[in-house]
């Protein structure tokens, strides 16, 4: 580790000092340094919870600080909401864009610009400058192009348009590759090195430690509301930054041991379903996964990986094809009888479908088996069973609760996914869907929530993981199959798969061997 690289002697762009923010019972910032020189690119990485978006609010003006100065160019800055914010120089690009579907990428990046013909926006002004800023940095937009055409990376190209026409000289980037493929990823890359090499600051926040250890050229860590170091990719690594965000070393793989095969245990065969458009978001699609062995789905952000698991859980029609469990034939069924059959499910969104946050914690544990007689006789509940049951999983699954009777809502994004694993593994179901599993949690979460997967993939269950996050299916699982408009276009055998290959897959290309060579065109096995 090491402070920042070098003696400057001129102003950052910009210094927060000593910025301290509270709410009732949270400290959030904790008399936090933090600066930005011009031509840099300053990542800034911490767990959730460990105050990163409540500084970045700070800077873009939506939170006031209690304690502490913001200086732009060595002057104190006034910044008091987005608007100014805006005004001095400072962009901020999230990771849900903001841009409205049914306008033209003119139209989009005209919005809240000043007008300076009686109140109409200068879209021919605005188009040319696009085409100027596209032809600048190598961003390949359309400007007459409708936005519900445009793809995700194009999007997001739009989004830095945006900023660069407003003179944003500071950017901030809040997990900007979530949703986009790896090529996508090394496109973006290039233009933010050559935004950096025209000057500008980039504050880039990402939980993708090897982008950053790529990107960075500074590093700084927060952990609780303070900073816990400054560090430069050259002196650090992936296992050294993950060790800075949570306070102990985390393994950032599981390790996969040889198990026995245990047959197909989920059979999806010629599934098609119509997605919430009227159209087919999944398209005659075939997989199996066998017992013992974990097969991941990869793909970018709407190709149908949701409709997918939808469908296999029973929550979601299907329009043709069948899905079978252990044997049993589940088309079709509602959710209670797939999970009859022996499906387990961990839904993507985990407080919508997953759990219900008014219950107490002890509750949401035995939620779905309310019914079975060990937890209730003749309509009334065995609340000495329930409180035993709830104690043994918290404590098996190392859920970090007050005491049972919490309620759900009130625990960290984290420790909810741990509460909905306890329970869908309790039993030992013979098929699991993971839909998203780490999604939103922190690193040391996402550690035992790999591992928990692992053990349950030795002690043979079919796993079926779906994620968006490629380092995590390429961690996990057996064989990799990427889905891309709906179809599983290549089954990739784990020794085989590389970010580049995948990476073409997951954008309708074909890859390179040895990737490209273990495509199969339509059927998935794990």
Known sequence: MTDAPGERTEAPLLEMRGITKRFPGVLANDSVDFDVQAGEIHALLGENGAGKSTLMKILFGLYAPDSGEVFLDG????????????????GMIHQHF?????????????????SHRKG?????????????????????VQPDAYLWQLAVGERQRVEIIKALLREARLLVLDEPTAVLTPGEVDDLFITLRRMANDGQGLIFISHKLHEVLALADRITVLRDGC?????????????GLAHMMVGRPVRLAPDMAETEDRGVRLSVSGLTVVGDRGTDAVKDLDLDVRGGRILGIAGVSGNGQRELAEAIAGLRPVAAGSVSIDGTDVTGAEPKQVRHAGLAFIPEERMRDGAIGSFSVSENLMLLAHAEPRFSSRGVLRTTAIKTHGENLVHEYAVKTPDLSTTTSSLSGGNIQKLILARE????????LAAQPTRGVDIGAAEYIHERLVAQRERGTAILVISEDLDEVMALSDDVAVMFEGRIVAVVPRADCTVGGLGLLMAGGEADSPAGAAASGGTGTG
């Open 425 to 432: 593994l309790d039993g030992e179901p013979p098929v699991l």
């Open 75 to 90: 002057e104190q800055s006034r910044v008091h909401s987005p608007a100014t914010a805006i005004a001095a120089g400072i």
């Open 98 to 114: 903001m841009l409205v579907p049914t306008l033209t990428v003119t139209e989009n990046v005209a919005l809240g610009l000043k």
């Open 227 to 239: 900073v816990v170091g400054t560090t430069v990719p050259a002196d650090t690594d992936r296992e």
């Open 120 to 140: 109409r926006p200068d879209l021919a002004g605005v188009r040319a400058r696009i085409i100027e800023l596209s032809e600048t940095y190598g961003l390949d």
